[in-house]
């Protein structure tokens, strides 16, 4: 799971499911004491007296908030040929809109626990319609990493995959062969490639030669056969390997080694 593919919409999602799961806890209903007489011990019912009321409403709400984050980091998740992202939006509204008419039928005043349901769930709601909306909301919720402390003189780079710096060989090179960033040999004398016959043409070298990346924003990657069917999610703060030039796009290699087209180039940073 990629947690720096969240948003800040996906935080405000997680924080109204923690709203809705202490207000579960909380007197469903108040009541006006008499003067003269103490309620402050008074027995009130919370939420989960009711089966209907708390499964209805902040059971499922929590359920959809919890479907929208894991749908943010790992895209391309489906249940019944649904997107578990937008089941989790269904359940956000319904259970926005069950708490809604709940109030509404209430004979009785509503309590801290009525009250911040509605609140969480009015928040869950409007976090889960509006982060693909408004662009404030789209932005990335863990920022990217911090530049490493400059290494001195001579010493190798403490570079993980995904970081320009880091020794690995390009992709398609084996491993033992050590080659210069990009893929391309050095210049040097060397006898003819084996199993080509000597005085032929040598084979035209591509003039792709892959380099580490970073998007923007996060970005889908789609399969590599043309369908536009995410299979990963490219979060910002993290270097990706090209490995491909595909038309205006970009075969990319995720972390896990899935291979997929980025399709929107615009704004990548190069390593």
Do not use: H
Not at 78 to 92: E, N, R
Not at 134 to 140: D, E, Q, S, Y
Not at 201 to 212: K, Y
């Amino acid at each position: 799971m990629n947690i720096r593919s969240l948003t800040r919409g996906d935080g405000v999602v997680i924080g109204a499911a923690v709203v809705l799961f202490i207000a579960s806890f909380l007197g469903f209903i108040s009541v006006d004491c008499p003067s003269g007489i103490d309620c402050s011990r008074a027995d009130l019912p919370n939420a989960w007296d009711s089966l209907g009321t708390v499964m209805s409403i902040y059971i499922a709400g929590i359920i959809g908030a919890a479907l929208i984050v894991v749908a943010r980091a790992l895209p391309g998740r489906k249940v019944l040929g649904l997107d578990i992202g937008q089941f989790g939006v269904a359940l956000s509204i319904f259970a926005l809109w069950t708490m809604f008419w709940t109030i509404i039928d209430m004979n009785a005043d509503a309590g801290a626990g009525a009250i911040l349901g509605l609140l969480g769930t009015l928040l869950l709601a409007g976090a889960a319609i509006a982060t693909p909306l408004v662009p404030a909301l789209k932005v990335a919720l863990v920022g990217p990493p911090k530049p490493q402390a400059p290494q001195p003189y001579g010493a190798q780079p403490q570079g993980g995959y995904g970081y320009p710096g880091a020794q690995q060989p390009p992709y398609g090179a084996q491993p033992g062969q050590p080659q210069p960033y990009g893929g391309q040999p050095q210049p040097g004398p060397a006898g003819p490639a084996q199993g080509q016959p000597q005085g032929g043409p040598a084979p035209q070298a591509s003039d792709f030669a892959p380099f580490w990346f970073a998007v923007p924003v996060a970005r889908p990657l789609f399969a590599e056969d043309g369908s536009q069917t995410p299979i990963a999610e490219l979060a910002p703060g993290t270097w990706y390997l090209a490995v491909e030039q595909r038309g205006p796009g970009l075969v990319a290699q995720t972390q896990d080694g899935r291979r997929g087209v980025l399709q929107d180039t615009s704004g990548i940073q190069r390593g």
